[in-house]
């Protein structure tokens, strides 16, 4: 055998498999920014808030979106993901809903060099697809911190926690499901915040 077959052999090798091996495209998801009433007469009306950057107690916050199987078996989705970090979604989702409520004067976000009035400090408990058998469920779970900054005091804090059914198993279903959790949780946040 010649070395230019060698070599022609070679090339039809790597493009039959180069043609062969074809992923499924990458599928981006994000979260809805859910619609929100406007507040009248807060008792922040005049006061300003900055949204810290959620932590996660758990799982490392990234782009990849979590699912298990059972408390042992949890694996993330390889051709689906969200369209930022998970931290940053939930970062831009409550500075828009609490800037849409009108509930604070200015809602800032972590960056910010502005002054505070209060800071909202968040914990990430459980951001995942649970699936167990033919069960399919979007787990959202939060716990926030309402702190004055003037007097570094804890005003009050609360864990937020949904369990909602995906209609389908898949990563579509869940993403749904998990902007049905999240649209739950930030209204219970507003309404939590206001008294």
């Not at 010649?2 to 091996?21: D, E, N, Y």
């Given at each position: 055998?010649?070395?230019?077959?060698?070599?022609?052999?070679?090339?039809?090798?790597?493009?039959?498999?180069?043609?062969?091996?074809?992923?499924?495209?990458?599928k981006v998801?994000?979260?809805?920014?859910?619609?929100?009433?406007?507040?009248?007469?807060?008792?922040?009306?005049?006061?300003?808030?900055?949204?810290?950057?959620?932590q996660s107690?758990?799982?490392?916050?990234?782009?990849?979106?979590?699912?298990?199987?059972?408390?042992?078996?949890?694996?993330?989705?390889?051709?689906?993901?969200?369209?930022?970090?998970?931290?940053?979604?939930?970062?831009?989702?409550?500075?828009?809903?609490?800037?849409?409520?009108?509930?604070?004067?200015?809602?800032?976000?972590?960056?910010?060099?502005?002054?505070?009035?209060?800071?909202?400090?968040?914990?990430?408990?459980?951001?995942?697809?649970?699936?167990?058998?033919?069960?399919?469920?979007?787990?959202?779970?939060?716990?926030?911190?309402?702190?004055?900054?003037?007097?570094?005091?804890?005003?009050?804090?609360?864990?937020?926690?949904?369990?909602?059914?995906?209609?389908?198993?898949?990563?579509?279903?869940?993403?749904?499901?998990?902007?049905?959790?999240?649209?739950?949780?930030?209204?219970?946040?507003?309404?939590?915040?206001?008294?």
């Open positions: 055998m010649t070395k230019s077959t060698k070599l022609a052999f070679i090339f039809i090798f790597l493009w039959f498999s180069g043609c062969s091996s074809k992923q499924a495209p990458l998801y994000t979260l809805n920014v859910p619609t929100v009433v406007k507040t009248s007469n807060s008792k922040f009306r005049y006061k300003t808030i900055k949204v810290m950057y959620p107690l758990k799982e490392k916050i990234s782009q990849k979106m979590r699912y298990s199987y059972s408390s042992a078996e949890q694996g993330v989705y390889q051709n689906s993901q969200w369209s930022n970090n998970i931290g940053k979604l939930l970062e831009g989702t409550l500075i828009q809903t609490l800037d849409g409520s009108r509930l604070f004067k200015a809602v800032l976000p972590y960056a910010s060099t502005a002054q505070e009035d209060y800071r909202l400090e968040s914990n990430i408990f459980a951001f995942s697809h649970q699936v167990r058998g033919e069960q399919s469920h979007a787990l959202v779970s939060m716990q926030f911190s309402l702190i004055n900054t003037d007097t570094g005091k804890l005003v009050k804090t609360k864990r937020f926690s949904y369990k909602v059914a995906t209609k389908t198993m898949d990563a579509k279903g869940y993403v749904e499901a998990t902007n049905e959790a999240v649209g739950r949780l930030t209204k219970d946040l507003l309404r939590w915040l206001q008294f």
